[in-house]
């Protein structure tokens, strides 16, 4: 099948190299120019694991192409997907101009029946308004579908996650459109859930509060293991044998971020005031994650005193492992906190590390974890990159002013460090 990708972040270029792969041929669209170029000569302007050498593959084969021209874009294409950003307004209300945008570029030139899936989340009602929004900007009349089909890949593990999605939520009711856009997911095979438009929306939304609930549960149990001399690892893995609660999403830590969980929360809850509805728990889950993401500074005041002048090593800044995502990753949170207080930062990611200075100037970076720590009165773990669980820490003792681990993820053998000599503070542990 011919398909244009509207969008090619995270999502979008995931879409069509995924859909390239397995046979379709697929139009990528951009509205940044720079952007379509460096894709033309398959470079890929962030990293995700796996994506370039797709991108590569898919281009000498010819199955993808780039291009800035919309026309050229969707000639032949029975299927549209809009994978546009959505990011969060000032008062936490999901801003869908980019979407609107698009669509509205994409309705002037329809002239034949197209399904047109939004993969963008956005608030229940929006395919609906805008199925409105592109029949009034339409210059020819013909027919068409808006289908919700929300995404639910995670950055790191993006490939994996679409070629074998655990479901694809379809939300029409349109038969036409339903049969078009089984064909285009076909190599995906996977369970296939079909539901109103508003449903599929909600089901996206719900997904994410649910999830960004259950972290905000076990890091709030973590708060009270401390209190009472009880271990978080235990808790969650016993609570985990119970196939109702699960082992998944229980790790405690220094609280969610990325580009969805915070967004995607707060549109909720101010989704929910537009019609006068209070989602109480999602609010607690978000002012949990809050605290959660400066309790390292309570605990090197704890261990340090005044942080004033004092040198502290940040490992891992990307809002999780494999991606070099920062957008709301709690090393923002941690580093604005730290310079706050006076206290010089060194930061090391494997990938993330230029975007936080481009934030951040006034940061140090460090080539290896090593060297960041030089000199620091001590460091905190922010991502749990897997190299972190390799490094040789008699090695990090000998660098640093003062051995002081804060291990925001729990990573580390917290017995073997402190039998190296080092003061270790976890989230939760005993
Ligand atoms: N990133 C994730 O892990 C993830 C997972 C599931 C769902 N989502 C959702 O998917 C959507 C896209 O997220 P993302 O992370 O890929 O966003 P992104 O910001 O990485 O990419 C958006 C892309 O859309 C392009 N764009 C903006 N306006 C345009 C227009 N009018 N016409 C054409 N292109 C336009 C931008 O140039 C950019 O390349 C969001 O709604 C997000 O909530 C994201």
Redesign the pocket.
């Known amino acids: 099948m011919n398909i244009c990708v509207?969008?090619?972040?995270?999502?979008?270029l995931v879409t069509g190299v995924c859909l390239a792969k397995a046979g379709h041929k697929v139009n990528c669209?951009?509205?940044?120019q720079g952007?379509i170029n460096l894709l033309c000569k398959g470079v890929v302007p962030f990293y995700e694991p796996g994506l370039k050498e797709l991108v590569m593959e898919t281009l000498s084969s010819g199955t993808i192409e780039f291009t800035s021209d919309l026309l050229l874009a969707i000639e032949d294409c029975p299927l549209v997907i809009v994978?546009?950003?959505?990011p969060c307004r000032e008062n936490g209300e999901a801003d869908i101009s980019?979407v609107i945008?698009?669509v509205k570029?994409l309705a002037c030139l329809l002239n034949s029946y197209k399904v047109i899936i939004i993969?963008?989340?956005v608030p229940v009602g929006t395919c609906t308004y805008i199925e409105n929004v592109i029949r009034q900007n339409m210059k020819n009349c013909c027919k068409i579908d808006v289908v919700s089909n929300p995404?639910?890949?995670?950055?790191g593990s993006a490939i994996r996650d679409m070629l074998y999605a655990d479901r694809i939520v379809i939300g029409s009711d349109s038969q036409e459109a339903i049969k078009v856009i089984k064909e285009a997911y076909i190599p995906f095979g996977r369970l296939i859930f079909e539901t109103s438009r508003e449903s599929a929306e909600l089901i996206k939304y719900a997904s994410n509060a649910f999830l960004a609930t259950k972290i905000s549960f076990i890091n709030e149990m973590a708060s009270f293991c401390e209190k009472v001399g009880a271990d978080i690892k235990d808790v969650a893995k016993g609570m985990g044998f119970d196939p109702r609660i699960g082992f998944q999403f229980l790790k405690s830590g220094i609280g969610f971020g990325?580009?969805?969980f915070p967004k995607?929360l707060k549109g909720l809850i101010k989704a929910g005031e537009k019609i006068g509805y209070d989602f109480k728990i999602i609010k607690e889950a978000l002012n949990v994650n809050e605290i959660q993401k400066i309790i390292p500074i309570q605990k090197l005041r704890n261990i340090l005193g005044d942080l004033d002048g004092k040198t502290v090593a940040l490992w891992g800044l990307s809002f999780k492992p494999d991606t070099d995502d920062i957008r709301e990753a709690p090393s923002l949170d941690i580093i604005a906190a730290l310079l706050n207080k006076g206290a010089a930062v060194k930061v090391f990611d494997p990938i993330a590390q230029d975007k936080v200075k481009d934030i951040f100037p006034q940061v140090i970076s460090g080539q290896n974890c090593y060297d960041t720590v030089s000199g620091s009165h001590a460091v905190i773990l922010v991502t749990e990159w897997e190299e972190f669980k390799n490094v040789d820490f008699m090695k990090v003792k000998s660098l640093m002013a003062k051995p002081v681990i804060i291990d925001g993820r729990n990573l580390l053998d917290a017995q073997e460090l402190k039998e190296m000599g080092f003061v270790y503070l976890g989230i939760g542990r005993k």
């Open positions: 509207i969008g090619t972040g995270y999502v979008g669209y951009d509205i940044d952007k994978a546009v950003g959505t980019q945008a698009a570029d993969k963008s989340t995404e639910f890949l995670r950055e990325g580009s969805c995607d």
